[in-house]
Structures are given as C-alpha cells and as structure tokens.
C-alpha cells in the first residue's frame, strides 16, 4: 500500500501547491511580496499530505523509544556486599516497555539459575524493588553468590520463571534452570558472599550440632557396650567350658 500512499501524496501536494502559486499577499504599505510556493514550501506541503494520509501513525518519538534498549541497575547492595540468606534487592530502571517484567535470579557456584519470588515492582519514577530473595541455604556461609536482575522481554521467558515459582512447595523448589530462557537478558549483577543468617538460624544450627553430637556419642557408649557384652560372652563360655573339663577329669 505504500507505492499508493506516496502517488495520493503527490496529488494533494500538487494540488496544496497550485493554490499557493494563485495566492498574492501585500503589505499594507502596498509593498507587494509574491508566494510563488519554494521548494520549502512543497517540502512542508508534502509532510503534510503525507501525515493526513498515513493517519499520525508514525510518531518519531514512539520510534525513538522503541529503539532504546531497556537498562537495569541494582542500586540496594554492591559488589563484595556480605548479606543474609534473606535479601531485599531494589534498583533502577530505563526505558522499560509494557510488558517487560523484572526478576531477581540468584546464581550460585554450582552453575543454575534459581528464579525468585516473582517480579521486581514497580515503585514510580524508574525505581524498584524485588521480593525477598533467598541467597543459598543456612549452611552457605562464606560462599560467593551472584545476584542478576534479568528483564523477562517475551512471553516465554516470563512464562518460564512464572512456572518455576508455582512449581516451588514448604518441602522445596523444582530444579534450578540450566540456563537463562530465550528472551531474558541481564540488566546487571553483582557478587556478594553469604554472611551469617538470622538468630534463629544460628540457634537452630547449635541445637543440631548438639543432637549430632548427641547420636555420636551414644553411638559409641553403644558400640563400647556391645563390645563388652560380647567380651563377657565369651568369658562365660570358657568358663564353663573349663569346668566341664575339671568335672569329667574328677570323675576319672
């Protein structure tokens, strides 16, 4: 449809400069300067015929926009940063179009992806924040994490880390991803190492520590019992043993 645009645009400039070239306008000192329609005159009659016709479909300033690459900054934590198992990120955005969604992923040393609660919100004037993320588990102390904050571009990266999170129970999440899917990008990461959780965390962990300590020890009273149980055992057969002998060599 475009060869037809541009022949009915010509028409109407065409027609847009005839009328120019019958109109005269005086001063009113009856000094006379003509319009004879300029080259810049065609140009400005062309743009317009062309927007008329086209129907202002074409804003330069939505092309503009669509070209600009969506940026992402996390601006809550930096790189070294030692954190919780348990992490509030926020950020920054730009040029974020509809649709795109914004997901906190969290890779550890062993290679996966884990997608976390849902997408980041929206908190006005570029600004966000995600849901609480969870950095390893209460013994990674010490461990180097890397903390992305991933666009979700298309429906299918968005669909993925959707269906990762509902696929997560109290007893645990599906497997970690592999890889990042088709349509999601980095807008930026850093590396924070794991610090110490929370109290209950620490006390948690002694308490276990203690009941290990615990089984073991038990285990070997147990083991030392049983030892001596059968030491005794054998006692006891040798002893009767020997007293048959001595019995049957009276008898003699």
């Keep these: 449809m475009w060869p037809l645009h541009r022949s009915a645009a010509a028409k109407v400039t065409a027609f847009i400069n005839r009328g120019f070239h019958l109109i005269s306008l ?12 300029s080259s810049s005159v065609s140009r400005l009659t062309a743009g317009v015929a062309l927007t008329v016709l086209v ?4 804003s330069p300033s939505m092309s503009v926009r669509s070209s600009l ?17 348990a992490v509030n990120i926020e950020g ?9 969604e914004i997901w906190i992923v969290v890779f550890p040393p062993s290679g996966r992806y884990f997608p976390q ?6 908190l006005g004037g570029g600004r966000w924040r995600a849901p609480t993320s969870y950095v390893g588990s209460p013994d990674d102390e010490g461990m180097r994490f890397e903390i992305l904050a991933v666009i ?5 990266a968005r669909e993925v880390f959707r269906g990762y999170i509902k696929g997560c129970t109290p007893k645990g999440c599906p497997s970690a991803l592999e890889k990042l899917p088709a349509g999601a990008i980095k807008g930026d990461e850093i590396t924070v ?30 083991s030392i019992v049983t030892v001596l149980a059968f030491l005794g055992i054998r006692s006891n057969i040798r002893r009767r043993r020997y007293a048959r002998d001595g019995e049957g060599r009276s008898e003699r």
């Excluded at 005086?26 to 329609?37: D, E, I, T």
């Excluded at 609660?117 to 929206?122: E, M, R, T, V």
């Design 26 to 37: 005086r001063s009113p000192a009856g000094g006379g300067v003509r319009w004879h329609g």
């Design 55 to 58: 129907g202002g479909t074409v």
């Design 69 to 85: 690459v969506p940026e992402l900054e996390i601006t809550s934590h930096m790189d070294g940063d030692v954190v919780p198992i």
């Design 92 to 100: 920054r955005s730009k040029h974020l179009q509809p649709g795109q």
């Design 117 to 122: 609660n849902g997408p980041a919100i929206d």
């Design 152 to 156: 979700a571009m298309t429906d299918e």
């Design 193 to 222: 190492v794991r610090g110490e959780g929370s109290g209950w965390t620490r006390l948690w962990r002694l308490v276990r520590g203690a009941i290990n300590l615990l089984v073991l020890v038990v285990g070997l009273i147990a």
